[in-house]
């Protein structure tokens, strides 16, 4: 039987939030993204303002010592010995909030002289080179010059001009939003007069459903696409780049194509329940693998073997 804990000596431990945690015991765990960190050892872990959220899961909190004992499977025992850290002084009172960043204005990363690398990077996740052109030929895709990240844009309804952009790092396991990002101008491909939007959990897999509409001899303009950009919001309302589309648009289907995982079935149950009824929502997540690059790649190399 494991020693009993003190009350006031379990609450102790808990005033520690995981930032401060991995930055005194673990920095070589911790990875900034963005506005965001990340955990080497669990990429979907995401800490934010104070808070921490493992997507994969849909688990949260505050505190290291919920992260250990959820996340890491520690006993509650060990979980407050581990924040004490043989003998170090956990704080009697809640750290001090840090004030929260100041909102920065939207700006686009610079531009690199040429897309190759964003070029390479996608042709190797299977996305067809017609469907790259496009979106490099209308602007709504690049490879930044600094970090030659593939830049993914989204452009306000009404002036056309950008105020979003999702960057994903090429051969490298980065994500993130450009700074002043506005979700709900989410990176899309709009056709006109259609009812029907395809919804997707990330740019990748927008350019994927694309993909694979060509290889089916269909018209992959035919419908909107619209990528949510993650889907770590809260379930009480609709992901933000979902709603400003729905905003400007007439919709009278949507197809859901997010991830098989708990997060992705989790958001097109959200997103069921919470759309107008007048709405028809469909769920079709890929029919195998996680997510729908993952089934692009599934049948090209089931193609390649044949």
């Known amino acids: ?12 431990a808990r005033c520690m939030d995981l930032l401060e945690y991995m930055r005194i015991f673990e920095p070589d765990n911790l990875m900034r993204s963005g506005q965001e960190y990340r955990l080497k050892e669990h990429d979907s872990v995401v800490i934010s303002n104070g808070l921490w959220c493992q997507k994969s899961t849909g688990i949260g909190g505050r505190s290291a010592l919920d992260y250990l004992v959820k996340v890491r499977g520690l006993s509650l025992q060990d979980a407050v010995d581990q924040i004490q850290g043989a003998g170090f002084p956990v704080p009697t009172t809640p750290t001090p909030a840090v004030p929260a960043r100041q909102k920065q204005p939207f700006r686009l990363p610079p531009k690199h002289k040429d897309n190759r690398r964003v ?11 017609e469907v790259i052109d496009w979106f490099i030929s209308a602007n709504l895709l690049y490879e930044s010059s600094i970090h030659h990240n593939a830049v993914f844009v989204g452009l306000d309804y009404q002036s056309g001009e950008p105020k979003y952009a999702a960057l994903r790092g090429c051969g490298t396991k980065f994500r993130g939003d450009a700074d002043g990002s506005v979700k709900e101008f989410g990176f899309r491909f709009t056709a006109r007069d259609s009812p029907l939007l395809h919804v997707f959990e990330a740019p990748v897999d927008l350019l994927s459903y694309a993909t694979l509409c060509l290889l089916r001899g269909q018209n992959w303009m035919a419908d909107n696409l619209l990528s949510l950009g993650g889907v770590a919001e809260k379930a009480a309302q609709l ?15 949507i197809v ?27 769920k079709r997540p890929p029919p195998k693998e996680k997510d729908v690059n993952d089934y692009l790649l599934l049948l090209q190399n089931r193609v390649a073997i044949a």
Do not use: W
């Open 256 to 282: 859901l194509h997010l991830d098989n995982d708990a997060a992705g079935i989790g958001q097109m149950d959200s997103i069921q329940a919470l759309c107008p009824p007048e709405i028809v929502v469909v």
């Open 1 to 12: 039987m494991g020693r009993f804990l003190p009350k006031e000596q379990v609450a102790r």
């Open 119 to 129: 070029e390479q990077y996608l042709r190797q996740r299977g996305i067809h080179p």
């Open 239 to 253: 992901p933000r780049a979902l709603s400003g589309f729905l905003a400007h648009n007439v919709v009278e289907t």
